[in-house]
T-cell receptor, first 113, second 116 residues
């Protein structure tokens, strides 16, 4: 089972900031939090990864509270091209220690003109 | 950096034939590669994990004799769908990762398989 819970869908408009929150109540000490973006018929694209506090790169910010039981992906000033499915994942350092990623349903973001 | 390629990008085959899909890490050495499949409007489902030089670890419910995985080098893994049937038609995606603890996986563009 996926270790994360996030909204199934969200709608926004061009130019707005979008925040997608993900719950991961059972996150392990060694787990990082990673977000991916996927367009139809394409492989997921890495957006951002973090362990705690705040991480920012050229496309997004990731906010992680001290208890690490949730995280929020922030997309500033979205455009139509940001319409995609966004997945929040935490590593699974369980069987075999291979840190496999189990995908949940993701959040379908629709950006409107 | 961190580019993963897949070949072919799409393939159509007749029922009963075998199909091989290649996954390559182009600019890094991948100690671990993963294979996923995705049906329309659904999320990615992990099929198996492979480490270079060792046997793949399959997820529960995935037939290892049906989906043969070979991770021959640090830059190449292959997935062979043996005796393919229409229900095997799907979008197959690989990912690659170097050593932990970052755990970041980089995904290939996917391969669309259609079995007639």
């Amino acid at each position: 089972l996926a270790k994360t819970t996030q909204p199934i869908s969200m709608d926004s408009y061009e130019g707005q900031e979008v925040n997608i929150t993900c719950s991961h109540n059972n996150i392990a000490t060694n787990d990082y939090i990673t977000w991916y973006q996927q367009f139809p018929s394409q492989g997921p694209r890495f957006i951002i990864q973090g362990y705690k506090t705040k991480v920012t790169n050229e496309v997004a910010s990731l906010f992680i509270p001290a208890d690490r039981k949730s995280s929020t992906l922030s997309l500033p000033r979205v455009s139509l091209s940001d319409t995609a499915v966004y997945y929040c994942l935490v590593g699974d350092s369980g069987t075999g220690g291979y840190n496999k990623l189990i995908f949940g349903a993701g959040t379908r973001l629709a950006v409107h003109p | 950096g961190a580019v993963v390629s897949q070949h072919p990008s799409w393939v159509i085959c007749k029922s009963g034939t075998s199909v091989k899909i290649e996954c390559r890490s182009l600019d890094f050495q991948a100690t671990t590669m993963f294979w996923y499949r995705q049906f329309p409007k659904q999320s990615l489902m992990l099929m198996a994990t492979s480490n270079e030089g060792s046997k793949a670890t399959y997820e529960q419910g995935v037939e290892k004799d049906k989906f043969l995985i070979n991770h021959a080098s640090l830059t190449l893994s292959t997935l062979t769908v043996t005796s393919a049937h229409p229900e095997d038609s799907s979008f197959y995606i690989c990912s690659a990762r170097w050593d932990p603890p970052q755990e970041t996986q980089y995904f290939g563009p996917g391969t669309r398989l259609l079995v007639l």
